[in-house]
Each structure stands twice: as C-alpha cells, then as structure tokens.
C-alpha cells in the first residue's frame, strides 16, 4: 500500500503520519510518498498506482465525475483558509481596485474568498494579483505590496508571530464551515480487494486524532518525530486544538462535503465521490469521541 501527496507534509498531515506508523507497528507494508502535483497523485491514485492520498476536494471530485473510481472516505483536517490585510484594511469594503494577492483564479483558496467578499463587500472589486506562493503573499501583505490575501492558517499565524500587532486575521471557519475541508481518498478497487486495510487505516488515523486532543502536550515531541524540518509548531498545533481541526470522528457526519461541491460549482454529487462504508466500519469498531462533533 502506498499514500502520496503533492507536497511536504505540515502539522495538517500529522495523524496521517502517526497511523502509516501504527499500521506498520502491525505489520501492515505501508509507504509514503510525494508527487510533484495534485494532478500527478489523482491520476495514480484512478490507476491505483498509489492507493491514498489526502488533498482538497475539487480536484478528486472532478476527476470522479469524469468516471475515475476516486472516493472520499474520510478527512485530513478541517478549514485552515484565513483572510488576512493589515489592521487598517479589516473592512474589505475599503479594498475596492485595491491589489489583493490570490494563488490562482480558480484555486479553492480564491473561490473561498470570492464568497467572502460576496458576503461581506458584494460591490467590491479589487485588483487581483497572482503570487503562486503563500510565503510570498504573506511578506507582500507586511510590506505593502498587496492589501490581503486568504492564507493557511499555519503561514497566518507564522507571519502575525513575525509581525506582532499588524495584521488581521479572518478565519473563514467560523462563517463557512466545511467549505475548505482536506480530505482523504483510495480508490474502489483498494475498498474492493483490500476493504480490512482500508478500515485499517482509518481506525489508526482517527485514534492518533484522538491521542493528540486527549493530550496535546506530545505534540512538539511528535513534530520532531515526523516533521523535523517544521521546527516550533506550538501556536500553530494551539490553534488546532482549540478550532478542532481534526475530525475525531471521521468529519463525514458533517454537511462540508455537500456545501463544498455546492458552492464550488463541482459537477457531480455527494453519493458519487463518497463512500463512507470504511468510516463506518471504522467507527463501529472503535466508537464515537466526544473530542469533536464530527
């Protein structure tokens, strides 16, 4: 069995990590690797080259409706989208032909703050300027380059520690919750030949969620376990813990998933990218959590 992703795993994939760990404790042969894009790991993930990975959902979503065997069927972490301007710039309606730094016109990141917008400033309209590179987005909102930009919440809080008393930060999971959730996906041939690894795996991501709430202070102790390179994590594994960024009971109970394809425009349905039979396995074996609603 081998799980990929697109790009070096932050503090989002640590349950991941921890549960490859637990299934090879079991003796499971289960590896890790990283593709060059999300496109790359979609396309062997249909051709069950890889058989997980955990990326947002558009791009697997599109692919299913297309007739790829790709399936949901769990998360990764909830919402970590955040709005962030300098403190003089909270008002978006203060932002019209203003440059706005965004990835790109049609990441997730953009169409998030476009609903944003829509519901906070509807006459608006900024200037758009495309800086494919989050790190760079951010020194250009300190700098002045650009007068917001939504970010991950890791980069949002790295650059207001760097930055102290000069930012604003909107976290978009409090008004449009599930709407920029990261999920997990196999494909159907691994849920047909191989449904016990499937569940498997899902039971040791959703104990090591649970391990971390029960007891966040093995958090840094983890980190340089598994994502040394991160170096202090601390306000950023805070935030995860108090927003309850990963789902302790799989997050599939939620509406996020449906509200997503709805408000993205994703042509196809709930029913034809999900199949939440391994969660429920999952959770029929190990019980629900009180940690998280979902």
Known sequence: ???????????????????????????????????????????????????????????????????????????????????????????????????????????????????????????????????????????????GEIEGSTLGLPDAITIDKASPGKLAITYFGQDMPGLADDYVFTNADTIKDHGSIVTAFLEAQLKAIRSLYQDPTQIAGLVAKYLPESGDVSDIATQFIDKQLWYANGGLASDGLQKTLEAFDIPTTRDQVLDDSPMKAALAAIGQSDATKY
């Not at 994939?13 to 042969?29: E, R, T």
């Not at 200037?127 to 987005?137: A, E, G, K, Y």
Request: hydrophobic residues 40%.
């Open 1 to 143: 069995m081998k799980i990929a992703w697109n790009s070096t795993p932050d503090l989002s994939y640590l349950p991941l990590l921890m549960a490859i760990d637990d299934l090879k404790s079991q003796g499971y042969n289960i590896s890790a690797a990283q593709l060059t894009s999300s496109d790359l790991v979609f396309q062997s993930l249909a051709g069950n080259q890889v058989q997980f990975t955990a990326d947002t959902l558009a791009i697997g979503a599109l692919a299913a409706s297309k007739g790829a065997p790709i399936k949901v069927i769990g998360t990764r972490n909830a919402d970590l989208v955040t709005w962030v301007t300098l403190k003089d710039n909270t008002d978006c309606t203060k932002l019209d032909g203003k440059p706005v730094g965004i990835y790109s016109q049609t990441s997730g990141y953009t169409l998030l703050m476009n609903l944003y917008f829509k519901a906070n400033c509807p006459d608006i309209k900024p200037t758009l300027v495309t800086i494919p590179d989050s790190p760079l987005r951010a020194k250009a909102i300190v700098s």
